[in-house]
């Protein structure tokens, strides 16, 4: 395969040839700067800014707005598309650009695989649900929620039964989020639970898991709080944020009121790390009142 250097050689050579130009007996040569991989040229030959590392929260196209100052206090309280005006009745190029941008992030975090290599170095075991691709995890989330028979063998093979406190890091809706965040999240959340007193089991990482999973797994080890990270279904803000879902004694039994929640972890809402410390201290409180969801908070 021709490499990016290749690739500059060559358009570098071709340019050359193109803007030859003789000066008083001597060659004058006009290069124009090449872009790199992902770098787009205007008609003057500068590279165009990428719109994609653009904070929505600043930018505005609105044309002489009357008040300006309003309009920044405004912008600067969501990430929201306000202000980015239009050109007769539809988007003007940019944000439209932005747009497809932030789209097509959505649809890579839903459609890529977490990297194996990030798996490894978070030093977790894998195991899957009885999905079996991830066609069918986006078109049956009922299976989502059901270990396969090998992932319980591995899983009591593994894991030590009745643990205080279970995390568990599955990939969900959004395989970036658990990328961009779980590398930090996971030694601030185990650093406090320890610093608590709490014994922890071992963790690992469930493939094409839905929620509701934990319920299994509760079945399975029977944790007295178990944790879940699971990737949350990407907007066109962030396709990094992830949430950790936390109950007491999960099973069979359990309904959606008896989780709590700590979402929108991720580098524009609450940072991982902090985000680790926090869910260790909500569960150290189901914990020690034997309660989460609605009846924790009673």
Same mark, same amino acid.
């Given at each position: 395969?021709?490499?990016?250097?290749?690739?500059?050689?060559?358009?570098?050579?071709v340019i050359k040839e193109l803007?030859?130009?003789?000066?008083?007996?001597?060659?004058?040569?006009?290069? &124009?700067?090449?872009?790199?991989?992902?770098?787009?040229?205007?008609? %003057?030959?500068?590279?165009? &800014?990428? /719109?994609?590392?653009?904070?929505?929260?600043?930018?505005? %196209?609105?044309?002489?707005?009357?008040?300006?100052?309003?309009?920044?206090?405004?912008?600067?309280?969501?990430? $929201?598309? /306000?202000?980015?005006?239009?050109?007769?009745?539809?988007?003007?190029?940019?944000?439209?650009?932005?747009?497809?941008?932030? /789209?097509?992030?959505?649809?890579?975090?839903?459609?890529?695989? @977490?990297?194996?290599?990030?798996?490894?170095?978070?030093?977790?075991?894998?195991?899957?649900? @009885?999905?079996?691709?991830?066609?069918?995890?986006?078109?049956?989330?009922?299976?989502?929620?059901?270990?396969? %028979?090998?992932?319980?063998?591995?899983?009591?093979?593994?894991?030590?039964?009745?643990?205080?406190?279970?995390?568990?890091?599955?990939?969900?809706?959004?395989?970036? *989020?658990?990328?961009?965040? *779980?590398?930090?999240?996971?030694?601030?959340? %185990?650093?406090?639970?320890?610093?608590?007193? /709490?014994?922890?089991?071992?963790? =690992? =990482?469930?493939?094409? $898991?839905?929620?509701?999973?934990?319920?299994?797994?509760?079945?399975?080890?029977?944790?007295?709080?178990?944790?879940e990270l699971v990737g949350e279904? &990407?907007?066109?803000?962030?396709?990094?944020?992830?949430?950790?879902?936390?109950?007491?004694?999960?099973?069979?039994?359990?309904?959606?009121?008896?989780?709590?929640?700590?979402?929108?972890?991720?580098?524009?809402?609450?940072?991982? @790390?902090?985000?680790?410390?926090?869910?260790?201290?909500?569960?150290?409180?189901?914990?020690?009142?034997?309660?989460?969801?609605?009846?924790?908070?009673?």
């Open positions: 395969m021709i490499s990016e250097k290749d690739i500059r050689e060559l358009v570098e050579s803007n030859l130009k003789e000066i008083g007996g001597t060659t004058a040569v006009s290069v &124009p700067e090449v872009p790199s991989v992902g770098e787009c040229l205007d008609d %003057e030959g500068d590279i165009l &800014p990428d /719109l994609g590392v653009r904070e929505l929260s600043e930018w505005s %196209e609105i044309p002489n707005p009357e008040d300006p100052e309003g309009l920044e206090r405004l912008k600067s309280t969501t990430p $929201a598309r /306000l202000g980015i005006w239009r050109a007769g009745t539809r988007f003007k190029v940019d944000p439209w650009l932005r747009f497809k941008i932030d /789209l097509a992030s959505a649809k890579d975090a839903v459609l890529k695989e @977490v990297d194996p290599e990030l798996i490894e170095k978070l030093g977790l075991f894998t195991v899957q649900t @009885v999905i079996k691709d991830k066609d069918e995890y986006l078109t049956r989330p009922d299976l989502g929620r059901k270990l396969s %028979e090998e992932a319980k063998e591995k899983i009591l093979k593994e894991c030590p039964k009745s643990p205080d406190v279970q995390l568990v890091v599955a990939d969900g809706l959004s395989s970036t *989020a658990i990328e961009a965040n *779980a590398l930090d999240f996971i030694p601030a959340f %185990e650093e406090a639970i320890k610093n608590y007193g /709490l014994k922890m089991g071992k963790t =690992f =990482f469930v493939k094409y $898991a839905r929620v509701a999973l934990m319920d299994d797994i509760g079945e399975l080890l029977n944790p007295t709080v178990l944790v279904r &990407p907007g066109l803000v962030t396709a990094k944020s992830m949430s950790a879902y936390m109950c007491y004694k999960p099973n069979k039994n359990t309904i959606e009121s008896d989780r709590t929640l700590v979402s929108n972890i991720h580098d524009g809402g609450m940072p991982p @790390v902090e985000a680790g410390a926090h869910v260790a201290s909500i569960s150290k409180k189901i914990f020690d009142a034997k309660a989460s969801g609605l009846k924790l908070n009673e």
